[in-house]
């Protein structure tokens, strides 16, 4: 056995699986036990209503859109606040983090007070024919707004570590700026954004709090996936819930499984010869 | 093409990088911008890849303002201090995204490009490493892909920041014969930047020596060895011994030991003298002036021997090199007392305690130079 600078391989991989076991697997257990509860037979027809299939739908495609945005602009917000300097930065920077410290509800109160019909952009899009709040842009929009930390946070610190001489050089040999960015920047970047995105996804999927103030709830329209499982919580139907929690878990893994392997992908280049 | 540059001058904020700095660079030279950090080498250097650009001053290339022209459109093939490598490509996809970049009328197709990649990794002893990242490769195998990257191209120029600074030495010296040789090969116009004045010497045709943003003393190497134009230039290239030289009626003189002849005719009461460590003669015969030094140490450096000898005359250790096989032929050994004097020396006028005036240096000889 090789020698190391710091010891204790073994104690403390028990001690990170016990803890990992016991905060996130044990809970997961639970809950697919309780799910077992409603049977075969229920779990086909609780999943085959067309108003969970709709709410499903709702949460992971929602979520989804909402993590591409939020990349795309957490992309942005992040270049900026490493590459430039200017006044207020640090105030921009610190305002990143606001999502993640505000609780939720107080969040889809706020989005609500500016979306619906009557607020302060509500006002002005609802002549041009977009609603926002009571529909899935609603929903959206809340999602949107509660994972736009993560990309810019899960950047930051690797933008900053970008070496500016990898531009020049890319400038030098002929390349165009679009061309700069994503044949060199963009590639590099990757497998940080996607981080992000997953991040970003996760939290998307399983937010309640902000979402149902805006979302108006109308089933088959714009209902998300928790809310119906906080319903059937309400109805004492726990078997039920936990059937609908086990399902959206199942699903959102999948997802994060997908981005992990693209991740993978994207970051081939890391990976050392043995 | 020929570049000529006449009276840059870059400042930042805190110094001023380039002062007043004219150069001109034939086709098909390679040129060492020879300094210490913090000289204007570097500056110059992305000045020419258009990396930066002057406050003041202009470069044409063959009679046209060269810093009109982009970075992109300038035809340069830059090696950076750290490769700059992507390392998110292959080996072959660096080499190769020079041309993969250009607009598809003047991109060769892509068995072309296959073929030149192909080409170049052999030309940087690479063949095998086409498929690895960067990752994967050591620092020389990294700074030859840098430079097939920058080949590829095909460009007019060639520049190169600190090309050898990060490698070991013994990589270093194997790579710069072989870069001697690509551009022996090649004829390409190369410009590059090193702090190494050893590196500087053997690889250019011509060396620019800089110090403090102005450009010292141009020349070749043999120049800029033998006849060093400033008081720094003789400093930074190689060792040398440095003392004073003061009029004594008619003559000039340092603790004893003259130069025969005075250029000056009598204008100054003090000079600067530089004396190289080989250009010391250590058994001078009682008839001829020289001074009496105390051999302290011998230091064997391989095929070189450096010699500690104090002279209490100048009140100085002097360095003398000599061939490690002539140590025990001549008998010498630390403590023992010798017969001291340059053969051959530069040296510097100056006004009192003031600033050396350079345009007055004398090159001096010993007149009959007696094997020592």
């Known amino acids: 056995m090789r020698r190391r600078v710091l010891p204790g391989f073994g104690i403390s991989f028990g001690y990170a699986l016990t803890y990992l076991g016991l905060i996130v697997l044990l809970p997961l257990a639970a809950l697919a036990w309780k799910a077992t509860g409603i049977g075969l037979h229920g779990l086909i027809h609780l999943l085959s209503g067309p108003r969970t299939l709709a709410a499903l739908r709702l949460s992971l495609l929602g979520a989804v859109m909402a993590a591409s945005i939020n990349a795309v602009v957490g992309l942005l917000v992040g270049w900026v606040l490493v590459r430039y300097r200017f006044p207020g ?12 410290a505000l609780p939720t509800a107080v969040a889809g109160i706020a989005l609500t007070t500016l979306y619906a019909p009557n607020g302060w952009l509500g006002r ?3 002549p041009l024919g977009i609603k926002v709040a009571y529909t899935p842009v609603g929903v959206l929009v809340a999602m949107v707004f509660v994972g736009f930390p993560f990309v810019v946070r899960t950047l930051q610190p690797v933008l900053a570590s970008l070496e ?11 390349a165009q700026r679009w061309q700069t960015f994503f044949r060199v920047i963009l590639p590099m970047l990757a497998p940080t954004l996607l981080t992000g995105f997953a991040l970003a996804l996760a939290r998307a999927v399983g937010e309640y709090g902000s979402v149902i103030f805006i979302a108006g709830n109308i089933p088959m329209k714009s209902e998300i996936a928790p809310l119906l499982i906080v319903q059937k919580l309400e109805q004492f139907d726990y ?5 609908l929690g086990v399902a959206l878990l199942l699903l959102s893994f999948v997802l994060l499984v997908i981005v992990s392997l693209l991740q993978r992908w994207s970051n081939r280049w890391a990976e050392r010869a043995a | 093409m020929t570049l000529e540059l006449s009276h840059l001058n870059r400042r930042f904020a805190e110094y001023q990088a380039l002062d007043d700095v004219s150069l001109s660079i034939a086709p098909g030279e390679f040129l060492a911008l020879l300094g210490p950090s913090g000289s204007g080498k570097t500056t110059l250097l992305r000045i020419l890849a258009g990396l930066d650009y002057p406050d003041t001053g202009s470069v044409l290339k063959d009679g046209k303002d060269f810093l009109a022209t982009t970075a992109r459109e300038r035809n340069i093939g830059m090696v950076f201090q750290h490769y700059a490598l992507f390392r998110h490509l ?5 080499i190769a995204f020079g041309l993969r970049v250009r607009p598809w009328r003047k991109r060769p197709s892509r068995a072309v490009i296959r073929e030149r990649v192909e080409r170049l990794l052999k030309r940087v002893q690479l063949d095998d490493l086409g498929r690895r990242y960067p990752a994967q490769l050591s620092g020389g195998q990294r700074q030859r892909v840098a430079l097939a990257r920058a080949l590829a191209v095909e460009p007019d120029m060639l520049l190169l920041d600190e090309p050898f600074g990060a490698l070991d030495a013994q990589v270093r010296v194997t790579l710069r014969r072989w870069l001697r040789e690509l551009h022996e090969e090649l004829e390409l116009t190369t410009v590059f930047v090193t702090h190494d004045q050893e590196e500087a010497l053997e690889l250019a045709d011509r060396v620019a020596v800089m110090n403090n943003g102005r450009v010292e003393q141009v020349g070749s190497p043999e120049v800029i060895y033998q006849q060093p134009a400033t008081p720094f230039v003789c400093e930074f290239i190689g060792k040398v011994n440095r003392f004073l030289v003061r009029r004594n009626g008619d003559r000039l003189s340092a603790g004893g030991w003259m130069p025969d002849g005075d250029p000056w005719q009598g204008r100054f009461t003090e000079a600067v003298a530089y004396v190289r460590p080989e250009q010391l003669r250590l058994a001078v015969p009682s008839s001829q002036p020289a001074w009496e030094a105390k051999l302290r140490h011998i230091y064997l450096a391989g095929s070189v021997a450096h010699l500690e000898l104090h002279v209490d005359a100048l009140d100085q250790t002097l360095e003398a090199d000599i061939a490690s096989e002539d140590l025990s032929r001549r008998g010498l050994h630390a403590g023992m007392e010798l017969r001291v004097a340059p053969r051959s020396a530069v040296l510097f006028p100056r006004e009192g305690q003031g600033a050396t005036l350079n345009q007055e240096r004398w090159i001096w000889h010993a007149r009959s130079p007696v094997p020592a």
């Open chain 1, 89 to 100: 930065r640090r105030l921009f920077d610190a305002l990143v983090d606001l999502p993640f």
């Open chain 1, 239 to 243: 078997a039920g819930a936990a059937a």
């Open chain 1, 124 to 126: 002005w899009l609802e």
């Open chain 1, 164 to 174: 500016r001489d990898v531009e020049e050089a890319a400038e030098s040999l002929g």
């Open chain 2, 90 to 94: 292959t080996v072959l996809e660096n």
